[in-house]
Structures are given as structure tokens and as C-alpha cells.
């Protein structure tokens, strides 16, 4: 893995106006993407993983806003940008997007081939024939049988899976450097879930661009991630190599957020999950946002919030527990389980 | 990369604090979200909207008045024909102001009395057929939604209804039964139970599916909690939607079957019987106001209906609930 | 296509049938005086139930209704009563059909070109002035009644801009006000439900990702929400020819057009049993022919009906 940095987002805070009152959904996340990498944004629903990467291509709901931080792309400071005219250069064309459901992603009306065809003619200033004869190729390579005549077809005559990789068709058509996925699976059966990632997985290879998953499923994660970012409350908490956070998480969120992993339940017990609700984005939050549903926090964890200590050059995690200050605290014992077997299979 | 943390400030930190905190397991529920009731959360959107709360005043007011006018000191009967004492002649057209308010009509009568006295007499209209229609519209929905055999049969009846342009039902209807109060009434019924039913029909036969999908039951909150918790609030507020907008649409109704001769008799003073008389001379200018009065409350009264009626919607529907 | 329209077509029939014969047998309720005019109050007993049996409405109702329908099949309607005495109602109905059906089409065209401009108008500019207007303008035309908003479009029309109270075919000057009330509630309702669509579309997902393809704003409208948004409108053609056929039943009388609707007031007034009835069953085969013309244009837009709701009640 190579590591020139290709977005650098530092600080971000992002606020939405609702009924008059104010909210904060990121409160000062920061994060590096380097070239060609494969990163996952995990993280609660509602911890902020959407409206994180929305910015990214400028297209947050009306109401919302970014308040401060800087995303750094390509030389330019992205929350600079105010019109949709220097939008429009960036959107698709160097960022692109694919949102979680399919079924709905697509215009039901317009058929398919003409939606992807709207991308090349747009970026790549196609004339229309030209992007009919593309488009049947990009069909193509995302494994759609006969494109040809499925490119003439609607939406509805797609299965959900095809129709994902229709929509992937869209988004790497006029190559872009980075391709967000968010939660690009969610709402497809196991076996096209693995199928997805597999495409994108073998796309990011012959086109060369730099892939953000954003998902709740750490089998994802686990999957396709070369690293990952973990995301609570509008922060990312802790960031890492997809084997340093899952053999070594060192924030008690990560812990909790593996802890409620399938996988490493134990047969006969309960699935474990994380106790309370996240903390209501409207309120001002003091201190370590997690604390509130930490079982062991320090009492610190209520009056300062723990800057990002690092564990290793790529490891990095926001939580008191790495203050040489703090008491030892073991990690549960699911997470201690699986670094125990992951420890044997190493040696 | 990542910013290391401000070295003197950390060590400003006092060591104390690194001690485990008392763990409060409901902590981490409180710093959620607040605990949520449809209802409040309806009304206080409801009345949030400042428009809402000027609307509801003036309606209140409006109604309040209405209803109590007959009894205040120095108000006439609207039926009384005024004779001047000193020529014995009728007082004809007398415009605003003076003796007579809102001026008298063209037999005579006191205008301002008789606005009052026909605004009572729409919404009496209006209430019940707004009352009617949701009996009967829930009684049928509710039939047609559980009763698997009637389904059809229904159905069938729905869309002949539903088919037959409205205005043209009624007129047939109001034609068919002698004009009266209660003709008015059933005619207008028998036109507008059908929305309502269909509605409640439709929420049945969702809630009745999910009682023979075994797969939701198993996986799903209890029916009966849902029907609590979801149907009947939203039945409820529809309901309530409905009655609400059914009264502008009663008076209009009245109006016109007043223009064509099928409404109350004359003898009644009703908003439609005072428009229809306005209408008659509204070509002349100074006899205008005969037609103006009665329409401006006419007016105030179905807006604020209808623009409650769509705001109370609005803040029921749990979609608008933050 | 043809198959769906065909399907749809003798659904339409089936419902014309049962709609007709309904509406023919709630005719049997109408008041008997209605089929003697003048004379009921000078016969006896005896010369009224000679009437009814001479004009067979003593049968049992099923030869009734037959002879109804072949007479229908012949394209008789029967004879009016007290209207026109004897003359045959198609005689009476011919001449009048081009101005109802002059005026319904003008109102359902311009209520359509504007109401749906308006609304998409609306969308694009949500919560700004020309939203709050549109919306102004649509609260009021459905909260105050037609039948009071109309009289106030007739009096300062007339008094304002001198414009004629009342039609005449010969001077096109007295065109414009039936015209423009006709399609006045028709815009206001095009117009609330074309916004209220716009808006919808544009909350769904297909919009986000043709933003984030990088469309424009200006290119996802054109291109994806208003074409969208027309779809579901069509449903609305026939509830809009439903309410036509109201409000042309009131402004033709209005305005004294010697059209369908104003002859109904006409007759139910002088209570003429034979010709309200021929006037409610040919007011109530529009209502089905809209509903027919809006589900096939329903079709026509969006293919997927056609193929999923092949069976196509609403
Ligand atoms: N337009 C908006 N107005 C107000 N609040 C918003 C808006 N969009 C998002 N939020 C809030 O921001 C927070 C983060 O939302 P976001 O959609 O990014 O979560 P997420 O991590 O993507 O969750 P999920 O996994 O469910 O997609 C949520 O609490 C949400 O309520
Ligand atoms: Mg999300």
C-alpha cells in the first residue's frame, strides 16, 4: 500500500438546522485516505458515517452545514466550495457515490443504459452513441449478462443485485479517483453481498481508485477493508489497520462494537449489545461522548475529552485508557478470546 | 497525521480524575432521546405553527359567538319582517350602519341576525354531516375490511359511487327527497361516507393480514400494540382531518344546492339562502353588501376549517414528529 | 399496450353497465310529478296511473330497465315531459353537446398547462414567494366554495373589466369569463398535487445518486423528476373531469351557456323526470370515460403498469 495521501479531512464539524434548533452530527472528525486503499467507516446508525462522507462531495441536506475543518482534495479545501458549479467538476467525475439500496437508487422510468449514459456524455463528453456502445462495455465488466439488451431495459426488469451493479457501472464510469460505497450491501441477500464486494473489489484494482465502505457489518469490513475508521457520535474514535482493530481495538467503543459481532457470540448466550442509546446530538457533549454507556469509564472520561493517542504509526485511538495516568483496563473477555486465537494462528 | 496532544495541558490535568467513574447504566439511555407520546408530540407541533394558533383563536371566538349571539341584549329575530313606525312601510334595503348593523334586505329583515342565524344553521348542517359521515364511513370501512366475503360486493358499490361525478349524485339525491333540513343532511352523507370508508377499510385489512402472517406475529411487536400504539392514533387524526374538512365542503354544497333550488326553504335563513339572495341583486352596486356579508364570514369560517383541518394533519402524521 | 388498454376497456364497460343501471333504478325513486308537469295538480287518481302505465313505469323494474337498454341500444332516450314536451331528448341534447364539450376540454387544457406549471414552479422554489402564493392561491380556491368564489369572479369581471355577464356564441369577449372560472378550482388542484409530487420525487434516492453522478439541479429536473412526476398527475385527469363536470353544471348555468350542465339546473328546477335522468346517466358515462383515459394515460407513462397492475382497479 502506498501512502501519498489523497483527502485529508481535518476537524470537521458539521451542524444541522431542525425546527429552529441546532444540531451537531460530526463534531470535529478527522481522517487521511491514502491512494488506492480500500477504508471502512464503521460505526452505530446515526453516529454520523453518511453526513461524514456526503461532504465529500458537497451534497448535505439543506438544513446542514459545515461549521468548521478543512477536507483537503487534490490541493483545493473542499469545504470551500459554494456552488454547485464547482460541485458539478468534482461529483462523479473525481468522487463518486453508491447509497445503500438499490431499489431505489435508479430512476424506475428511465432506462438503465440512459442513466449510466448520462455520466460518460456529462464527464467524458461523449456524443449519446458513444456512450451506448461504452455503457453496454461497463455493463459488461460489472458482470451483466447480454448488456446489450438489458441496457434498453427498466430498473424493475433488474434482480436488486444486478441493479447494484448498475448503479457501480454508474459511479466508475468516468473514473473517479475515489469511490464511496455506503453501506452498498445492506439491503441485498448474503450471497450477492459477497458478489458485490467481490466486483468492487476487482474493479479497484483495473481502474485504481481509492474505495470508503461505510457499514455496519464488520464481516464486510473484514472482507475488503485494508484499514478502518471507527466513528461514534460524530467523531472517529479510533483508526487502524483492519488487523490492528480487530486483534487490538484499544477503545472501549470498538470493543463494544465487536463484542456485538455473531461471530464471536457464544453458543446458548445471548447476542451482546451495546448498552444505552447513542448521546442526543442536540446536547453538548462534555467530555468522551461514549462515556455516558461505558461500564468502566474514568471519571475523566466526563470532564475532558481524550485527544487521539497513538498505539502505532498507522494505529490511532481517542480514549484516556492510553494515558500512561490511567488504570489498566482489559478488554472484554470476546475481544480478549479472539486475540488469544488470532495469536495462536500467527505463532 | 494525527496532532499530538498538547503536551503541557495534558499534564495540567489533575491524576484523580484517571479513577473509574460510578457506572449509572440508565445514564446511557438519559443522554439519549427524550421519551416520546403521539399525542403530545401532535398538538405541540399543532400549536407550534403560529398560524395554527391564529386560526384556532379566531374559529373559537367565531364559533363561541355564534352560538351565544341569540341571547346577547339588543339583537332581533332573523326572521322578523321591520316595519318603519312612522310611514308603516318595510324597512327595504337600509344600508349599514345606524338602526341596522349590517343594513336589512331587500323584504326587510335584519342582515346582522340573520347572518348569525344562517351561520348556525350551516355548521348545524355541517357537524352533522360531518358526524354521520364518519359513523357511517367507519361502520362500512370496518365491515368491508373485515368481512373477507363482502369484500367485493363493496368494492363493487365503492366504484359505482365513486364513479358518478359527485355534484350530479347529490343534485339527484337532494332531487329525489323534498327539500328540507334533513334531505340535506342524508344527501350529503350518502355522498361523503365513501372517502372514510375506504381509508378504514384499508388500515383493517393491513392490520388483518398481519394477524394471518404468522412470520410478522412471531418477529413483530403484538398486534394489539400495534393497533394502540400506531393505527389508532393515526385513525383518529384522520378521522378528525376529515370531519374538520367536511364542513367547508358541507357549506359549500348547501350554497349550491340553494342556487339551484334544492336547498333549505327561504324561510330558513342558512349561509346559502343569504348568499343566493345576495346574488340575486349583486348587479347594484349599493346592494351589494348584502352579498359581501354573508360571503366574507362564509369565507373566514371554511378557511379556518380547512387550514386547521390540513395543519392538524400535518401534525399528526408521525412522519413530521422529530 | 393495446392488450392493457383493451383489458381496461371492458373493465370500463362492465362498470358503465353497473353505474348506468344503478343510477336507472335510483330514477324510479324520482317524484311522480316530475313526468306530468302543470297538469298533476288538475288529474285524478285514475289519469295518473294511466299516465305511469301508458308511460310503463308500473312494470316490475327488470322490464324496466330492458326496455331502457334497447331502447338505448336504438339511441333513444325517451321524450322529455315537461321541458319540451314530446320532443325527443336527443333532439334536445344534440345542439348542446359542442358547448359543454368546447368548454370541459379548454378548462381541463388550461387547468393542466397552468395548474401543473404552478406546481412545478412551486417545487422548484419551495418555501419562497412564489410557493407561498401558489399556495395562498390554492388554500383559497379549495376552502371557499366554488359556488361563492365564482359569483365574485362574474361580479368584478364584469364590473371591473366590463367584460359580458353573460354568454353569447357571437361575441368571443363572453368566452373568457365562463372559460377562466371553469379552470380556476382545476388549476388549484393540478397545482397542489403536481408540487406535492415534485417535492416527493425530489426526497427520493434516484435524485440523490443523479447528484451525485453530477448532474445539475436544472438537468435531474427535466431529465428525472418532472417526467416522474407527470405519472401519478394522470390519475388525477379524472378526478379533474369529475370536478369539470361540477363546476360546468354551476357556470353554465351562470353564465346562461346553453350547454348539458346548465339545462340539468334547468330541468331539475322545473322538475322534467325523464330529461334529469338522461342528463345524470350521460354525466355519469364522463366520469367513467375520464377514469378509463386516465389510467391508460397512466400507462401510457409508465410501462410498469402495463405489466405489474395488469388488473388495474385503482
Ligand atoms: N438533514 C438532517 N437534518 C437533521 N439531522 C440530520 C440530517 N441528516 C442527518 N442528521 C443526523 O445526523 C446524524 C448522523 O446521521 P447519518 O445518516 O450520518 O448516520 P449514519 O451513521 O450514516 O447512520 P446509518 O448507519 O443509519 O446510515 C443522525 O443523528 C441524524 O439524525
Ligand atoms: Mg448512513
Redesign the pocket.
Known amino acids: 500500500m502506498n501512502s501519498t495521501t489523497v483527502l485529508e479531512v481535518r476537524d470537521l464539524v458539521?451542524k444541522?438546522?431542525?425546527r429552529g434548533r441546532v444540531?451537531t452530527?460530526?463534531r470535529g472528525a478527522s481522517l487521511e485516505l491514502y491512494e488506492g486503499e480500500a477504508l471502512a467507516i464503521v460505526?452505530?446508525?446515526?453516529?454520523?458515517?453518511?453526513?461524514?462522507?456526503?461532504t465529500f462531495i458537497g451534497m448535505?441536506?439543506?438544513?446542514?452545514w459545515v461549521d468548521s475543518g478543512s477536507i483537503d482534495f487534490e490541493g483545493r479545501d473542499l469545504t470551500r466550495q459554494r456552488t454547485e458549479g464547482e460541485w458539478m467538476g468534482l461529483r462523479g467525475r473525481k468522487i463518486a457515490m453508491v447509497f445503500?439500496d438499490p431499489m431505489t437508487s435508479l430512476n424506475p422510468l428511465v432506462p438503465v443504459g440512459r442513466q449510466i449514459g448520462e455520466v460518460l456524455t456529462l464527464h467524458k463528453g461523449m456524443t449519446k452513441d458513444q456512450a451506448r456502445s461504452a455503457v453496454v462495455e461497463l455493463l459488461d465488466r460489472v458482470g451483466i449478462p447480454e448488456p446489450a439488451s438489458r441496457s434498453r431495459q427498466l430498473p424493475h426488469e433488474y434482480s436488486g443485485g444486478m441493479r447494484q451493479r448498475a448503479v457501480i457501472a454508474m459511479a466508475i464510469a468516468a473514473g473517479p479517483r475515489i469511490l464511496i460505497c455506503?453501506?452498498p450491501t445492506t439491503a441485498l441477500d448474503v450471497t450477492i453481498q459477497a458478489q458485490i464486494l467481490k466486483l468492487v473489489k476487482a474493479l479497484q484494482k483495473d481502474f485504481g481508485f481509492t474505495t470508503i465502505y461505510?457499514t455496519?457489518d464488520l464481516g464486510v469490513v473484514a472482507n475488503v477493508a485494508d484499514r478502518v475508521a471507527v466513528?461514534y457520535a460524530?467523531k472517529i474514535v479510533e483508526t487502524g489497520t483492519a488487523e490492528e482493530i480487530f486483534y487490538d481495538a484499544r477503545h472501549p467503543y470498538t470493543w463494544a462494537l465487536l463484542s456485538s459481532l455473531p461471530q464471536l457470540g457464544v453458543k446458548g448466550q445471548n447476542l451482546y449489545s451495546i448498552a444505552g442509546t447513542?448521546p442526543n446530538?442536540f446536547n453538548e457533549i462534555k467530555g468522551d461522548a461514549f462515556a455516558p454507556r461505558n461500564p468502566r469509564a474514568q471519571k475523566i472520561d466526563f470532564e475532558y475529552e481524550p485527544p487521539m493517542f497513538e498505539v502505532s504509526p498507522t494505529h490511532h485511538a481517542a480514549t484516556w485508557l492510553l494515558d500512561p495516568r490511567s488504570p489498566k483496563v482489559d478488554p472484554p473477555p470476546a475481544i480478549q478470546a479472539m486475540r488469544a486465537r488470532y495469536q495462536g494462528r500467527a505463532s | 497525521m494525527m496532532r499530538a496532544p498538547d503536551a503541557e495541558a495534558m499534564k495540567a490535568i489533575d491524576s484523580r480524575l484517571f479513577e473509574f467513574a460510578d457506572y449509572d447504566a440508565s445514564a446511557g439511555e438519559r443522554a439519549g432521546y427524550s421519551n416520546y407520546s403521539y399525542w403530545r408530540s401532535t398538538l405541540g407541533m399543532f400549536l407550534a405553527k403560529r398560524s395554527s394558533r391564529l386560526f384556532l383563536w379566531m374559529l373559537g371566538i367565531l364559533l363561541l359567538f355564534t352560538f351565544v349571539q341569540p341571547f346577547l341584549p339588543g339583537q332581533r329575530d332573523p326572521t322578523t319582517i321591520f316595519n318603519d313606525p312612522a310611514t308603516g312601510m318595510q324597512y327595504r334595503n337600509v344600508p349599514p350602519g345606524g338602526q341596522f348593523w349590517l343594513g336589512t334586505n331587500s323584504i326587510g329583515q335584519d342582515l346582522w341576525a340573520r347572518i348569525w342565524s344562517g351561520t348556525r344553521t350551516s355548521l348545524l348542517i355541517g357537524l352533522s354531516v360531518g358526524l354521520a359521515e364518519m359513523l357511517i364511513g367507519i361502520a362500512f370501512g370496518a365491515l368491508w375490511g373485515y368481512v373477507r366475503r363482502l369484500d367485493r360486493v363493496m368494492t363493487e358499490i365503492y366504484n359505482v359511487l365513486d364513479n358518478i361525478p359527485t355534484t350530479v349524485l347529490l343534485m339527484l339525491l337532494a332531487y329525489i327527497m323534498k327539500p328540507s333540513f334533513q334531505t340535506m343532511v342524508i344527501a350529503m352523507c350518502s355522498v361523503g361516507w365513501l372517502g372514510l370508508a375506504r381509508f378504514v377499510r384499508n388500515q383493517i385489512v393491513i392490520i388483518r393480514d398481519r394477524e394471518y402472517n404468522l412470520a410478522s406475529r412471531c418477529l413483530g411487536t403484538p398486534t394489539r400494540r400495534i393497533i394502540a400504539k400506531n393505527l389508532l392514533p393515526y385513525l383518529v387524526s384522520v378521522i378528525m382531518l376529515q370531519t374538520a374538512l367536511s364542513i367547508p365542503g358541507t357549506i359549500g354544497w348547501e350554497v349550491f344546492l340553494t342556487y339551484i333550488g334544492l336547498g333549505l326553504p327561504v324561510s330558513i335563513p342558512s349561509l346559502g339562502n343569504l348568499v343566493n339572495e345576495g346574488r340575486m341583486i349583486m348587479m347594484s352596486e349599493e346592494l351589494r353588501y348584502q352579498l359581501i356579508f354573508p360571503t366574507v364570514l362564509l369565507s373566514i369560517i371554511t378557511i379556518s376549517f380547512y387550514v386547521l383541518g390540513n395543519a392538524f394533519s400535518d401534525a399528526s402524521d408521525p412522519r413530521n414528529h422529530t | 399496450m393495446l392488450r392493457y388498454a383493451f383489458k381496461r376497456l371492458s373493465q370500463s364497460l362492465v362498470t358503465l353497465f353497473i353505474v348506468v343501471s344503478f343510477v336507472f333504478l335510483l330514477m324510479r325513486l324520482l317524484p311522480i310529478e316530475g313526468y306530468f308537469g302543470d297538469r298533476f295538480q288538475k288529474m285524478s287518481k285514475e289519469a295518473i296511473q294511466a299516465g305511469l302505465q301508458k308511460m310503463g313505469l308500473l312494470d316490475p323494474w327488470y322490464q324496466q330497465l330492458g326496455h331502457f337498454y334497447s331502447d338505448l341500444l336504438r339511441g333513444d332516450l325517451g321524450v322529455s315531459n315537461i321541458y319540451r314536451r314530446d320532443v325527443p331528448i336527443t333532439k334536445i341534447l344534440a345542439p348542446r353537446i359542442p358547448y359543454s364539450v368546447g368548454f370541459g376540454l379548454v378548462a381541463v387544457v388550461v387547468a393542466m398547462s397552468v395548474g401543473l406549471t404552478m406546481g412545478v414552479s412551486m417545487a422548484k422554489h419551495k418555501d419562497r414567494i412564489q410557493d407561498r402564493l401558489g399556495t395562498f392561491y390554492i388554500v383559497f380556491a379549495h376552502a371557499v366554495p366554488l359556488a361563492v368564489y365564482l359569483l365574485f369572479v362574474q361580479l368584478y369581471g364584469t364590473s371591473l373589466f366590463k367584460l359580458p355577464l353573460l354568454f353569447d356564441k357571437y361575441q368571443p369577449l363572453s368566452w373568457i369569463l365562463p372559460g377562466i372560472s371553469m379552470s380556476l378550482n382545476g388549476i388549484a388542484f393540478y397545482a397542489m398535487w403536481m408540487r406535492r409530487y415534485m417535492v416527493d420525487e425530489l426526497s427520493k434516492d434516484y435524485v440523490k445518486l443523479a447528484r451525485a453522478k453530477g448532474l445539475s439541479s436544472g438537468a435531474i429536473m427535466v431529465r428525472h423528476v418532472m417526467r416522474n412526476a407527470y405519472v401519478p398527475m394522470a390519475q388525477y385527469l379524472p378526478a379533474a373531469i369529475l370536478t369539470t363536470i361540477g363546476g360546468s353544471i354551476y357556470i353554465e348555468s351562470l353564465y346562461s351557456i346553453p350547454g348539458m350542465g346548465g339545462l340539468l339546473v334547468d330541468v331539475i328546477q322545473r322538475q322534467d323526470n325523464t330529461m334529469v335522468q338522461a342528463l345524470v346517466l350521460i354525466f355519469s358515462s364522463i366520469g367513467i370515460l375520464g377514469l378509463f383515459l386516465g389510467d391508460l394515460l397512466m400507462a401510457f407513462f409508465d410501462p410498469r403498469i402495463r405489466l405489474v397492475k395488469g388488473e388495474g382497479s385503482r
Not at chain 1, 60 to 64: A, K
Open positions: 458539521v444541522f438546522r431542525l444540531l452530527a460530526i460505526g452505530e446508525s446515526g453516529s454520523g458515517k453518511s453526513v461524514f462522507t456526503k448535505l441536506d439543506q438544513n446542514g445503500q455506503d453501506e461505510i455496519h466513528m460524530g447513542p446530538l
